[in-house]
Nanobody, 123 residues
Framework: QVQLVESGGGLVQAGGSLRLSCAASGRTFSMNTMGWFRQAPGKERDFVGYISWSNGRTYYADSVRGRVTISRDNAKNTVYLQMSSLKPEDTAVYYC????????????????WGQGTQVTVSS
């Protein structure tokens, strides 16, 4: 089992920045990739990006590329989602997820999920 706990969400003005954290515990050694997703009210849970635990390789959704950066601290078993130039349409619950796969852009690729953290961007 792997447990994931997100933190760092909150209210921010448009144009601002925010950094989310995802702390992993449990059998993290079995996980190869950490992903971030987000879900706005009444919408599907959408892919944001992912990072490889081993080599730090990242991939981002077109909708956020250039405005977000995913990083990891292997010693702390923590992954970060740095977001900048935030827009009201970025308002959502943000989830981190873990998978044994070496990449993953779909929800079904992921085995474990955190409880989510709310990000609200005011205009």
């Amino acid at each position: 089992q792997v447990q994931l706990v997100e933190s760092g969400g909150g209210l921010v003005q448009a144009g601002g920045s925010l950094r989310l954290s995802c702390a992993a515990s449990g059998r993290t050694f079995s996980m190869n990739t950490m992903g971030w997703f987000r879900q706005a009210p009444g919408k599907e849970r959408d892919f944001v990006g992912y990072i490889s635990w081993s080599n730090g390789r990242t991939y981002y959704a077109d909708s956020v590329r250039g405005r977000v950066t995913i990083s990891r601290d292997n010693a702390k078993n923590t992954v970060y989602l740095q977001m900048s130039s935030l827009k009201p349409e970025d308002t959502a619950v943000y989830y981190c997820a873990a998978t044994r796969k070496f990449y993953g852009r779909d929800r079904d690729d992921y085995d474990y999920w955190g409880q989510g953290t709310q990000v609200t961007v005011s205009s």
